[in-house]
Every structure is written in C-alpha cells, then in structure tokens.
C-alpha cells in the first residue's frame, strides 16, 4: 500500500527558532499534500494543502508566514514553523494523494515541543 | 458549513462486545464518508469509506452503513478484540472542490481481556 513518512517523529525545540518537518510519499507521487494539526484528545485541524510547484493553500486562521509550506517535488513536502512558540507544541501530522486517487495516506505524526 | 459529529468517548468493552459508535454528518449534496483510526503512536489509517447512499463499507470485520435519511455513518462490529483499541474518527469529504477531509473529534476506544 501508499506509504508515508514523516521526519522528525518528535522533536524539542527552544522558543524563538525554527523547525522544519519532512513528510514524503514513499511508494507512490503525491500529487496533493495536506497539513494537519492535532491537539492532545483532539481532532485534526487541516491547516493547508499544497499541489507540488504551486503556492499552498492555507486554511482560515493559519498564519501563512508562521507555518511556511514547500512541496518542490512529487514525493516531498516540508512544513516549518517559524520562530516557535511553546503554544505552538503539538502533533503535526501530513497526508498524501497521488494522481487517480481521492484516498489520502497519512504519516506517522511529528510531536513538536516548544520549551 | 460541512461538519462531523462523533459520540464522545472514551469508550470502554470487553472482549467480544459488541461496538457501535455513532457518527452523523451535516453536509451539503453527495458527500463521501470514511472512518479512519489511529493506533497509539502511530498515523491515521483509512478503516473503511462509502461514496454514496446505502453503501456500506467494511473491513477487519467493521462495518458502517450510508445513511443519506438520517446522515448518520455509524462504525460497528459484532466482536471487539484487545487489537481494536485505537482512536476511531469519522469523516466526510464534501462532493465539490478538492479532496478536503473534515473530520470527528475522535473517539477512543479501550478494550479489555
């Protein structure tokens, strides 16, 4: 089946720097690549979706300059949150669709701590 | 706007119970409709989907029935293992524009020996 990566699986960070996760399709060309964010015993909030070569589009209430989206191949996209802040801690987690397909393949989340 | 609610949880059976949590949508036209779950530490898995009324989809012994009438996709299965202990979301995709997901606040489900 469709697998995808996320990477980091976790990571800590200090309040102030950036951090970039990486989510790739593994086994097939995403065409379409979703942004998810999931609090503690919450469900996911989508926060943007990107088309690779193209400018992602962001949901209401995303702050677009704060959570900066590339998806420069069919098989890469990155999220990185810029100057992060501890409210910013939480489970990052992508999905992927290739071409031909509506199902979305998820990754294995990216748990963020802003210290 | 397109919305998905779940039951809240958690909830919590034996070995071999029967499970059954509910899941209505508000939607405009023909949404399609999943159930994903989500094993501790891991991403979302696509359980099951339907795409129209009265289809109903299945797998690992889940079921969940189209339920245009009552807008209802309730996930069921006759006898729950320790395996099936996960967190269980509902979610549709709305029949215009993109592959947007809106999903359920999730329900957890914990299943004891």
């Known amino acids: 089946g469709a697998v995808v990566s996320q990477h980091p699986s976790r990571v800590i960070c200090k309040s102030g720097t950036s951090v970039k996760i990486e989510c790739r399709s593994l086994d097939f060309q995403a065409t379409t690549m979703f942004w998810y964010r999931q609090f503690p015993k919450q469900s996911l909030m989508l926060m943007a979706t990107s088309n690779e070569g193209s400018k992602a589009t962001y949901e209401q209430g995303v702050e677009k300059d704060k959570f900066l989206i590339n998806h420069a191949s069919l098989t890469l996209s990155t999220l990185t949150v810029t100057s992060a802040h501890p409210e910013d801690s939480s489970f990052y987690i992508c999905s992927a669709t290739g071409e031909g397909t509506d199902t979305q393949y998820f990754g294995p989340g990216t748990r963020l701590t802003v210290l | 706007g397109n919305s998905v609610t779940q039951m809240e949880g958690p909830v919590t059976l034996s070995e071999e119970a029967f499970l059954t949590i509910n899941c209505t949508y508000t939607a405009t036209g023909y949404p399609s409709l999943f159930w994903y779950v989500q094993y501790p530490g891991e991403g979302l898995q696509l359980l099951l989907k339907?795409?129209?009324?009265?289809d109903k989809g299945s797998n690992k012994g889940f079921e969940a029935t189209y339920r245009k009438e009552t807008t209802s996709f309730h996930l069921e299965k006759g006898s729950v293992q320790v395996s099936d202990s996960a967190v269980y979301f509902c979610a549709l995709r709305g029949s215009g524009g993109y592959n947007k997901l809106i999903f359920g606040a999730g329900t957890r489900l914990a299943v004891h020996p």
């Open positions: 339907a795409t129209k009324a009265d």
